[in-house]
């Protein structure tokens, strides 16, 4: 999966189940403080991303996660370990 599809993916779980308004969505959105999401919803969100990642999804590596380029930066390198 590429980055771009990664992003896609991502925003479209944020507007799914977050009811984040697209435009908000940028790579560069902070998800605590532009896009309003907690602790309980990033745990959420890293669920919502295990199905692409398998048995290989590590919380550790989404500590030092900020923005939504961080998540698709985090999940590219993890599926690229896999593969």
């Known amino acids: 999966m590429t980055p771009q599809e990664l992003f896609a993916h991502i925003s479209t779980i944020l507007q799914d189940t977050f009811?984040?308004?697209?435009?908000?969505?940028?790579?560069q959105a902070r998800l605590g403080e532009d896009l309003d999401i907690d602790s309980i919803d990033a745990v959420d969100?890293?669920?919502?991303?295990?199905?692409?990642?398998?048995?290989?999804?590590?919380?550790?590596?989404?500590?030092?996660?900020?923005?939504?380029q961080d998540v698709v930066d985090v999940l590219h390198g993890l599926i690229r370990e896999t593969a």
């Open 45 to 68: 969100l890293i669920v919502q991303l295990k199905p692409l990642l398998g048995s290989n999804l590590q919380p550790d590596a989404f500590k030092s996660v900020r923005t939504v």
């Open 19 to 27: 009811q984040i308004e697209a435009e908000r969505i940028t790579p």
